[in-house]
């Protein structure tokens, strides 16, 4: 015989257990069975809401979110094109449920400037916002591109690196057109303000008056700490190429911190040397913690003003490392067994950080060398640059030098 199924009604007085049995049973009126089946109704709805509360709401947004409202038409395009999707899904979920979308007119316009379907997969991966322009919007962003790539293989790499300076707001069109006018008026060449527009479209998307307020404080500034119109293009274009988020800063800030290095006693063409040597990431400090760092190094290395300025101009990098950074590389050198007199001789190790110093010593120490006795301008430079240095140090260890004038001893 069958066993009876068993529900436990909370609901119910003093939490009974009901069978199925009992609400079939023959001797059972039309209203016990009515009252039954109510109670088993309510029983069934309370552990449905049981079980609904074990999910964290959370997860039940995101299940139905992922799946029961992405644009299949979407998911199956991006499928077709090798895309993959979970990588979509995880990072830009939101783009798969959007409508209308343009993935084919995307591809297309890739395929057209010779663009691989890994190219096209690669570039929808990493901004699959690029489907939701539209076809006219696209090719208005193409003509306007094309106006500082010298051909299309060239802006497909810019696009391939950079997909979101390409596909942006249709809004952004005229002040991008603007900018592109102004920067070329500067006399910039096309390559220059292609790279601008790929590295900080920010800085073409808003009104083009922005960006000529920083640029005639930048030409002001140059001029006024005795730079010359002849050189004035080349070293603003240097500037705004070694660091294009200098054109979003507040000119205000770039008068705040020329006015602090002032005090300092740093004349106008001390500041000019700095200037150029920061490659425009002089907006990027500000007065207090120029202040902190330089009081800092200055009690460490017991100098004067004057040196201190000095040794700031050969390393501007101690304008712009926090105190605990500083703290720790002088720590990791005088550790090594370096002096305070070598680290003012060559100040720019501080550059480094302790990985790369703690390496390089020991590399050298291997080969008999010894920083508290040789010069530390050994382990300066780029990763390049030491391996040179290391290389010679090496040879010499090898083959001794030839001494022409030592007499020559041979057998008889």
């Known amino acids: ?89 995880k990072m830009k979920g939101w783009v798969l449920r959007q409508k209308p979308v343009y993935v084919y007119e ?3 316009l890739l395929r057209n400037m010779g663009g691989s379907e890994r190219v096209i997969a690669h570039v929808l991966e990493l901004y699959p916002e690029a489907i939701l322009c539209n076809p006219e919007q696209m090719e208005a962003q193409r003509k306007l591109w094309m106006s500082v790539c010298a051909k299309q293989k060239d802006l497909l790499g810019i696009i391939e690196k950079f997909p979101a300076s390409f596909f942006t707001s249709s809004s952004d069109h005229d002040n991008q057109k603007a900018n592109i006018l102004y920067f ?4 910039l060449n096309k390559r220059i303000i292609s790279k601008l527009m790929a590295t900080a479209p920010q800085s073409f998307s808003r009104p083009v008056r922005q960006n000529e307020e920083m640029i005639q404080m930048l030409q002001r500034t140059f001029l006024d700490l005795g730079g010359t119109e002849d050189n004035l293009r080349v070293w603003l274009q240097k500037l705004i190429t070694q660091n294009p988020y200098v054109l979003l800063k507040d000119p205000q800030v770039l008068r705040n911190n020329l006015m602090f290095l002032r005090d300092r006693e740093f004349t106008s063409n001390e500041l000019l040397r700095l200037l150029s040597k920061l490659k425009g990431f002089v907006t990027e400090l500000n007065p207090e913690s120029m202040r902190l760092t330089l009081s800092y190094s200055q009690e460490i290395l017991g100098c004067t003003d004057a040196e201190l300025r000095q040794i700031v101009l050969e390393c501007p990098a101690l304008l712009y490392y926090s105190v605990p950074i500083l703290a720790d590389r002088f720590q990791c050198l005088l550790a090594a067994g370096v002096s305070i007199k070598q680290i003012m001789e060559t100040p720019t190790v501080l550059e480094l950080t302790t990985q ?37 140090l090496h040879l010499r260890r090898e083959r001794p030098l030839f001494n022409p004038v030592a007499p020559l001893y041979t057998e008889d």
């Open 184 to 187: 070329q008026t500067l006399h």
């Open 106 to 108: 995307a591809a297309a």
């Open 1 to 89: 015989m069958q066993s009876p199924i068993k529900i436990h009604c909370p609901e119910s007085k003093k939490g009974y257990i009901y069978t199925l049995n009992q609400c079939v049973s023959p001797s059972c009126s039309l209203l016990d069975y009515a009252n039954m089946l109510r109670r088993v109704i309510t029983a069934s709805l309370w552990l449905h809401r049981q079980q609904a509360q074990i999910l964290p709401l959370p997860l039940i947004r995101s299940c139905t979110s992922n799946f029961q409202q992405e644009n299949m038409n979407t998911v199956d395009a991006l499928y077709n094109l090798s895309v993959d999707i979970s990588k979509v899904r």
């Open 356 to 392: 790369i110093v703690q390496y390089r010593i020991e590399k050298l120490r291997s080969y008999g060398y010894d920083v508290k006795t040789g010069s530390i301008q050994v382990l300066n430079g780029t990763k390049k640059d030491f391996e040179k240095n290391y290389g010679q």
